[in-house]
């Protein structure tokens, strides 16, 4: 099988050990974790036992070993994350607020992950992925923006397909660049993954059905609509699969899209049918929460499965 790749940040994570504090005054922290939406998501490709390779860069230092030991050892192919001299690998700050809502500090822009750039090792991996997966966080990043559309068009050229997170931050937005890109990249999407609120903030739509409606008109193949606690639902030509979300207490919700989002696509890859791969995936966005740090909590598919057996489903 070609392998999946994905373009983008790879990070640290380091989180406000307590609930409700902000960053205005010292506090205890706990981390550095792996992290950047990109690096999570590639992990759990990997672990759930797909061939996987992320394009990306990390400064010479800890944070970056970090990273890179840890996909490695996970079964990532490391071959395209540029090691980049006298730059800081970049960091992301977590807190969480009282009602469980999180405010990040980035520090991506002007880390090594601003940075990315087509080294030859980078042209090869991309040459021979089977599937891209877009991060909307990797397009607020100007460099990796332009990289990215050169290569959804190539793989898109070859008869490769593309998925699309939005995956939003408000602390990232704010580019002029990125309504375009993030419709340029939507234009060429087969497999589409939202929240409730990316759905109705690119379809213009509040009506859930008249924008999932639009965009499979529009060419999407598949919309999977991720709900938070509440499950997912899926959308095609076919119709509409609704699949119930596991019921956990929620430890760290960072990391859960990715893994949900990862765990999809691989289990289609090997040829599960739509409400297989929701339950599967499901199971690796529930899991994800119930373990500390964002890529604490990726998962292989005997994980999932002995979680799915040992779970109950919320009704
Ligand atoms: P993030 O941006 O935090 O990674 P997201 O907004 O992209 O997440 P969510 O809908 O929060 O995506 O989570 C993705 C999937 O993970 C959900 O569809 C669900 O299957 C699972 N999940 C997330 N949170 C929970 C939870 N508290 N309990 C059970 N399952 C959850």
Redesign the pocket.
Known sequence: TEPIVTIGEILVEIMAETRGNGFREPQALIGPFPSG?PAIFIDQVAKAGHPAAIVSAVGDDDFGALNIDRLRADGVDVSAIAVLPGIATGSAFVRYREDGSRDFVFNIRHSASGQLSLTPEAERVLEGAGHLHVMGSALSIPATLGLTLDAVKSIKARGGTVSF?P?IRKEMLGDKQMGPALRAVLAVTDIFLP?GEELALFTGEDDEATGIGRLLQGGISEIVL????A??SHFDAQGRTDMA????E?ID????????GACYLVCRRLGMNVPDALRY??A???R??TIKGPMEGTSSLSELEAFIASTPQRS
């Open positions: 939406a997170d995956n929240s991720k709900r938070g606690a499950g997912a979300g596991f019921a956990v929620e919700p960072t990391g859960a899209g990715d893994c949900f995936a499901n690796a966005g529930a994800n929460v």
